[in-house]
C-alpha cells in the first residue's frame, strides 16, 4: 500500500479508496494499484526477503550511479571549453584503474551473498504439508490438489479460467469499459477467475507445475516467484503464506494469442476453515463418483458382445 | 540513392556510372555501407511502426485495435525486424564505412563477398515482412522462437526459419569480411594496439558473430525439422526438450547482444575523446574489457531462463558469472567518465549522444546487475521491467551509439555539415522522449505486468499511458532524424574539413571530405601522435 499516491484520476482515488477500506477490514487484498512504482513485499517470508534483495540491489546502483553520474555532471560543468577549459594530456593512471575494478568485485560479491542464501532457501520443498499440482493449458490453469498432511487427497481438482466478465469486456470492441468490471469495489479487470485456487496460510505449501500444451509461467507476485510451467518438466517451488486474502497474478510465458487472459487469483484462507474447505470438496467428489458409478454400473454388469 | 552519385562527385577514379553497376554489382566498401546504413533506416522505420502501433494498443486499458493474435505477430516481428534488421545492419554499413579508413586501406578484403553479404538482407527482410501477408500470419511465437508455441504457427514458420538463414549466411561473411581486412589490410605501422576502439570492437564482434551465428542457425533448424519432417528435438512427447531449445539459442542470444553493444562501445570511445580533446583514458583497459566481455557472454546464457527449473548450482553458476560481466563494463563506463575528467569539453550532436550513452546505457547496466540476482529475477522475468532493461541498452545504448556515429562521420561520407540545430532539437526531443516511453515500464514490471500483453488491469493504465505518449513523440523525432540526413547530404550548403571535428584524430580525418571512392590506394603513413587513441605507450 506504501506505494499508492493520491489516485491521479477519478477513477484511480476510487480504487484506492477501496484498497485502503479493504485494508481497514483486516483482509489482504494484493492486486496492483494505479500509479504503483515498486514490487510488492509480498505475503511470505520468502517475498519479503525477495523484496530486500530486489531494494538492496536498487540502492547499491543508485548509490552507484550518483557517484558516476555525479562525476560527469561536474566534468560537463567545469571541463567545458566554453568556461576557457584546457585539456590535460594524460591518459593513465594504474592505481585508479585497480581500485575501480576491485571496489566493483567487493560490491558484487555483497551483493551475491544475500542473494545465494535466498535462493538455497527457496529451492528446498522438503516438509512441505500440502501439495498442489498446476498445469497450465492455453489458456487455462489446472489446479490439483496431490497430499494435505501426509494423506493423498483425490479427486479434488479443477480449471480456473479468466472470469466472465472481463472476458466479456476483453473483446475487440466490446464497448465495455473496464474500469467497469469490478468486485466489491477492486477492479479485477483481467484478473479474475471462475473457480481460485483456495489455500491455508501457515501452511508450508509445495507446488509442482508442469506444462500440458506449450510453456506457461505461474506467477503471483504476493508469493515472491515465478516458475515455467513446460510440458515434459515438473517444476517445483514453495509458499507459506502469512496472511489471508486474494492474490492476483498472470501467466508470464508467451503463450499464444490468449496469454494475456490467463489469470490466478489465491485465495488464501484460515487453515481450518482450508481443511472444511477441502473435505467438502472430498465428499462432494466421491458423491459424484459414487453416483457416476451406480449410473456405470448396469451397462458395466452387461455381457459384452 | 541518386544521392550518393553526387556525393563521389568526379573527384577520384569515379564510382561506376549507372543505377545498376553502382549500387546492385557495387564491391565498393562506402557504397555498400551505404546500401547498409539505407537498409537500417528503412528497418528501424518498419520496426519502428510495429511498435507505435503496439503502443497504441497498449495506449488505454481493453483491445481497441488489433486482435490478440496480432498483436503476438506485431511483438515477434518488431524484435527480429529492429535486432537483424536495424541494429545489427546498423553496425555492419558503419564498419564498412570506416574500418578500411581507419587501418589505413583501400577497400574490404573481400569485396564480391561484402556485395553478396548486403544483397542478401533485402531478400531475407523481404521473405519475413512477407509472412504478415499470409494466410495465418506473420510468426507469432516470440522473436526467441520458443517451442512448442512457435511450432503451432502456419507456414510463415517456413520463411521465418529461412530468413535467419539467410541473416546469419549475411553476418557470418561480413564478419569474416571484417577480421579479414583488419588482420590483413592495415597500413604498415598499424599494430594491433595502436588500431582504434572503434575497429577492435569490430574485431571481437567479429568473432562473436562467427561463433554464434551457426548456434542460432542449428537451433532454427531443428525448429525446422521438428515441424516438418517429424522429429522431435524440442517435442517432450517424443522424448525431446523443450528446455533444450531454450539453452542452444540463448548460448546465441546472448553473446547476440554484445554483438548488438560491443560496437556500440567502441563508438563512444571514438567520439568521447574528440569533444573532450583529451586522449581515451586507459586504451589497452578499454580493449581488455572489450574481450573480457565478449569471453563472458558465452557463459552466461543460462540468466535468461531462471524460471525454467534449473538446478541450484545452475542458477548459482549463471548469477555469479553474469555479475562478473559488470566488471569490465564498470571499467568501461569509469574510463569514458575520466577521459571526459579535465578534458576541455564541447558539446556538438555526437558528443550529446555520447553522453546520453554512456548515462542511459548504465541505467541499463544497472537494472541488468538487479535482473542477475536470481531470487530478484523470479519477480522480474518476463515482465516489464525486463522490457525497460533491455530497450535501455538497445535504444539509449545501440541505438543511440549509432545516431551518434551518424552524427560524428556524415560529414566525411556526405562532405557537407549537418545542420547543427537540427540536430540538438532531435537530440533532445529524443533523449527526454525516450525517458517518458520507456523509464515508466520499470514501474509496471515492478508492479506485476507481464511483458507481450495486448491488455492488461486498469492499475497499469497510467504508466501505460504515459509510455505510449512517449513511444509516439520518440518515433516522431525520429522524422527529425531523416530530415537532418536528407538536408546533410542533399542541401547542407556547409563545407566539412577533411579533419571536420577540431583534434579529431584517426585516419579516417586525413583524408578528404568526402572520402574519395578509394580510400588509401597508397598505405598511409603512421603517424602515433594522430593515431585516434593519442598515447601509443598505454
Redesign the interface.
Known amino acids: 500500500m506504501r ?1 499508492m499516491k493520491s489516485g ?2 477519478g ?2 482515488a476510487t ?1 484506492a479508496l477501496g484498497m485502503l477500506l479493504a485494508l481497514a477490514s483486516g483482509a489482504a487484498m494484493a ?10 513485499k509480498g505475503v511470505t517470508p ?1 517475498a519479503q ?2 523484496y530486500d ?2 531494494m538492496l ?2 540502492w ?2 543508485v548509490g ?2 550518483v557517484v ?2 555525479a ?2 555532471g561536474i ?2 560543468f567545469r ?4 568556461r576557457g ?9 594504474t592505481r ?2 585497480v581500485v ?2 576491485v571496489i ?2 567487493l560490491i ?1 560479491i555483497a ?2 551473498w544475500p ?2 542464501t ?3 532457501k ?2 528446498d520443498t522438503s516438509n512441505s504439508a500440502l501439495t498442489i499440482k498446476v498445469t497450465g493449458y492455453q489458456w487455462k490453469w489446472r489446479y490439483d490438489y496431490v497430499d494435505y498432511k501426509g494423506n493423498a487427497v483425490s479427486k479434488v481438482g479443477f480449471m480456473s479460467k479468466l472470469a466472465f466478465d472481463s472476458n466479456k ?6 464497448g ?4 467497469t468490471v469490478s468486485d466489491n469495489g477492486e ?5 479474475n477467475v471462475d473457480h481460485m485456487l483456495v489455500l491455508p496460510t501457515h501452511t508450508k505449501i509445495r507446488f509442482v507445475i508442469t506444462g500440458g ?3 506457461h ?1 505461474w ?1 503471483v ?1 504476493e508469493l ?5 510451467a ?4 515438473v ?2 517451488a514453495w509458499a507459506t503464506i502469512d496472511t489471508a486474502g486474494t492474490y492476483r ?13 490467463m489469470p490466478i487469483v489465491v485465495k488464501a484462507v484460515a487453515p481450518a476453515q482450508f481443511g472444511q474447505w477441502l473435505a467438502a470438496q472430498q465428499d462432494a467428489a466421491n458423491l459424484d463418483r459414487a453416483a457416476r458409478t451406480a449410473q456405470a454400473e448396469p451397462a458395466a454388469a452387461q455381457p459384452r458382445g | 540513392m541518386a544521392h550518393a552519385a553526387s556525393i563521389e562527385h568526379d573527384e577520384h577514379h569515379s564510382a561506376p556510372s549507372g543505377f545498376f553497376r553502382r549500387w546492385v554489382c557495387s564491391t565498393n566498401h562506402k557504397d555498400i555501407g551505404t546500401m547498409y546504413l539505407v537498409f537500417s533506416l528503412t528497418m528501424f522505420f518498419i520496426g519502428g511502426s510495429l511498435a507505435m502501433t503496439i503502443r497504441a494498443e497498449l495506449f488505454e ?4 485495435l ?4 496480432f498483436f ?1 505477430e506485431l511483438t515477434t516481428m518488431h524484435g527480429l525486424v529492429m535486432i537483424f534488421g536495424a541494429i545489427m545492419p546498423a553496425f555492419v554499413g558503419l564498419a564498412n564505412w570506416m574500418l578500411p579508413m581507419m587501418v589505413g586501406a583501400p577497400d574490404m578484403a573481400l569485396p564480391r563477398m561484402n556485395n553478396w553479404s548486403f544483397w542478401i538482407l533485402p531478400f531475407a527482410f523481404a521473405l519475413l515482412l512477407s509472412t504478415f501477408f499470409m494466410a495465418g500470419g506473420a510468426p ?3 522473436w526467441t522462437m ?1 517451442p ?2 512457435v511450432l ?1 504457427g502456419g507456414d510463415s514458420i517456413a520463411f521465418l526459419i529461412f530468413s535467419i538463414h539467410l541473416m546469419g549466411i549475411s553476418s557470418i561473411m561480413g564478419a569474416i569480411n571484417i577480421i579479414a581486412t583488419v588482420l590483413n589490410m592495415r597500413a604498415p605501422g598499424m599494430d594491433l594496439l595502436k588500431m582504434p576502439i572503434f575497429v577492435w570492437s569490430w574485431l571481437i564482434t567479429a568473432f562473436l558473430l562467427i561463433a554464434v551465428m551457426p548456434v542460432l542457425a542449428g537451433a532454427v533448424t531443428m525448429l525446422l525439422t521438428d515441424k516438418y519432417f517429424g522429429t522431435s528435438f524440442f517435442n ?2 517424443g522424448g ?4 533444450m531449445y531454450q539453452h542452444v539459442f540463448w548460448f546465441f542470444g546472448h553473446p547476440e547482444v554484445y554483438i548488438m553493444i560491443l560496437p556500440a562501445f567502441g563508438i563512444i570511445s571514438e567520439i568521447i575523446p574528440t569533444f ?8 589497452k ?1 578499454m580493449v581488455y574489457a572489450l574481450a573480457c566481455i565478449a569471453f563472458l557472454s558465452f557463459t552466461v546464457w543460462a540468466h535468461h531462463m531462471f ?3 534449473m538446478p ?1 548450482g545452475g ?2 553458476f549463471f ?2 558469472a553474469t ?2 560481466i ?2 569490465p563494463t ?2 568501461k ?2 574510463n569514458w ?11 556538438e550532436t555526437p558528443m550529446l549522444f555520447a ?1 546520453a550513452f ?2 542511459l546505457f ?2 541499463g547496466g ?2 541488468g ?2 535482473l542477475a ?4 529475477d ?2 522480474y ?3 516489464y521491467f525486463v522490457v525497460a532493461h533491455f530497450h535501455y541498452v538497445l535504444v539509449t545504448g545501440a541505438a543511440f551509439a549509432i545516431m551518434g556515429a551518424v552524427y560524428y562521420w556524415i560529414p566525411k561520407w556526405s562532405g557537407n555539415m549537418y545542420s547543427e540545430t537540427l540536430g540538438k532539437v532531435h537530440f533532445w526531443s529524443s533523449v527526454i522522449s525516450v525517458n517518458v516511453l520507456f523509464f515508466p515500464q520499470h ?1 509496471l514490471g ?18 501505460n499511458m504515459i509510455s505510449s505518449i512517449g513511444g509516439f513523440w520518440f518515433g516522431a523525432s525520429q522524422l527529425l532524424f531523416i530530415g537532418m540526413i536528407v538536408h546533410c547530404v542533399f542541401f547542407s550548403k556547409k563545407r566539412a574539413t577533411s579533419e571536420v571535428w577540431e583534434t579529431a584524430h584517426g585516419l579516417e580525418w586525413t583524408l578528404p571530405s568526402p572520402a574519395p571512392h578509394h580510400s588509401f590506394t597508397v598505405p598511409p603513413l603512421i603517424d602515433d601522435s594522430k593515431l585516434a ?3 601509443v ?2
Open positions: 506505494y491521479g484520476t477513477r484511480g480504487g492486486n496492483p494499484v494505479p500509479w504503483q512504482l515498486n514490487m510488492t520468502i526477503q525477495v534483495l530486489h540491489g536498487f547499491v546502483c552507484i550511479g558516476v553520474f562525476a560527469m566534468a560537463m571541463f567545458r571549453r566554453s577549459a584546457v585539456a590535460e594530456r594524460w591518459s593513465h593512471n585508479l584503474e575501480w575494478t566493483p568485485v558484487l551483493l551475491a542473494a545465494t535466498l535462493l538455497v527457496e529451492v469486456a476483453r473483446q475487440l470492441d466490446s465495455i469499459d473496464p474500469w477492479h479485477d479487470y483481467l484478473l500444451d506449450v510453456i509461467s506467477w507476485p515472491g516467484w515465478k516458475i515455467d513446460i510440458p515434459g518438466v517444476n517445483e497474478g498472470q501467466c508470464a510465458e508467451l503463450c499464444g494469442q490468449d496469454h494475456a487472459f | 486499458p481493453g483491445m481497441q488489433v486482435q490478440p493474435y503476438n507469432a511465437g516470440g520458443y512448442p508455441l503451432q517432450a512427447a525431446g526438450d523443450p528446455v573532450s580533446r583529451k586522449p581515451l583514458f586507459g586504451y583497459a524460471t525454467v527449473g541450484l542458477e548459482l548469477m555469479y555479475m562478473l559488470a566488471i564498470g571499467v563506463v569509469f567518465v575520466t577521459t571526459m575528467w579535465r578534458g576541455s569539453l564541447s558539446f553522453i554512456v548515462i548504465t541505467i544497472f537494472s546487475v538487479m540476482l536470481v531470487p530478484a523470479f519477480q522475468q518476463d515482465t514501474f515492478l508492479a506485476g505486468m507481464p511483458r507481450r500483453i495486448p491488455d492488461y488491469n486498469v492499475a497499469f493504465a497510467n504508466f587513441h593519442g598515447d605507450t598505454h
